[in-house]
């Protein structure tokens, strides 16, 4: 299903509504300049509200890539 609202209360709400044990995020989305940024304001946002882990992924990383 496609929301609309804010990033942050978004996930946050699917995340609780499905029951979730674990959330995986991108550590920084598309539109973010990425030059120095360790970790993008909406995954630094959830992963500091969340009442489950978060798994903050590196957006190359991928089971495929061998890292």
Do not use: W
Not at 32 to 45: C, M, N, P, Q, S
Not at 47 to 63: D, N, Q
Request: glycine content about 8%.
């Amino acid at each position: 299903a496609i929301r609309f609202g804010n990033p942050v209360n978004e996930i946050l709400r699917v995340a609780e509504e499905e029951q979730a044990t674990l959330i995986i995020i991108s550590r920084y989305g598309a539109t973010e300049d990425t030059r120095g940024i360790l970790i993008g304001r909406t995954a630094a946002d959830v992963a500091k509200r969340a009442k489950m882990p978060v798994f903050v992924k590196h957006p190359g990383v991928s089971p495929d890539s061998g890292v």
